[in-house]
């Protein structure tokens, strides 16, 4: 009976540290899931639904209508695995410590307030951003139609001319 009761006390004393630390992975993951869908999550619906909305402006009501429905669907569905795979993957990176101090940023009024003044279409922030990136995407469109052209039947690039010794 002695053996049986050390067995049982030295089974609950190796076991317990196992399962505190699925208890903190656990609380890991349910705080960096919360981080995850009120900051990533929450950015990338507005994004979405403005970018859905811009491209089925253009189209037939109940084409519109289909469009919205199929790619509405999609896009639940890999909210869902980003979601579940950004918040294990943050819950291997962070400490419990961490995920809540970083939740605690984006529960700060003042980074709220600077994150809708960001996110705010008509916000001349917005604004200055979106003639800065546009500009930098229209030259790298511009300076790969110059590059496909220069190469346009050629197998690939000239070589560079070597420098003189």
């Known amino acids: 009976m002695t053996r049986l009761l050390a067995t049982l006390c030295l089974t609950t004393a190796l076991c317990l540290p196992m399962a505190a630390r699925a208890d903190d ?7 960096a899931k919360d981080l995850v869908q ?3 999550i929450k950015n990338l619906e507005t994004g979405f639904t403005g970018a859905l909305e811009k491209t089925v402006a253009s189209m037939p009501e109940d084409k519109a209508d289909a469009v919205r429905k199929e790619v509405r669907a999609e896009f639940d569905k890999q909210r869902e695995v980003m979601i579940d ?4 993957a943050y819950a291997e990176k962070f400490t419990l410590d961490e995920l809540k101090h970083l939740s605690g940023i984006y529960d700060d009024k003042t ?6 003044v960001n996110a ?3 916000s001349s922030v917005t604004a200055i951003s979106q003639a800065s990136v ?4 229209n030259m790298l469109a511009i300076a790969q139609a110059g590059d496909s052209k220069a190469g346009e039947g050629k197998a690939g690039a000239p070589p560079l001319p070597m420098p003189a010794r």
């Open 134 to 137: 546009t500009k930098l995407l």
């Open 111 to 116: 980074y709220q307030k600077f994150q809708a």
């Open 85 to 88: 795979g950004l918040s294990k």
């Open 120 to 122: 705010d279409p008509a």
């Open 25 to 31: 992975a656990s609380d890991r993951v349910g705080v």
């Open 38 to 40: 009120k900051t990533l």
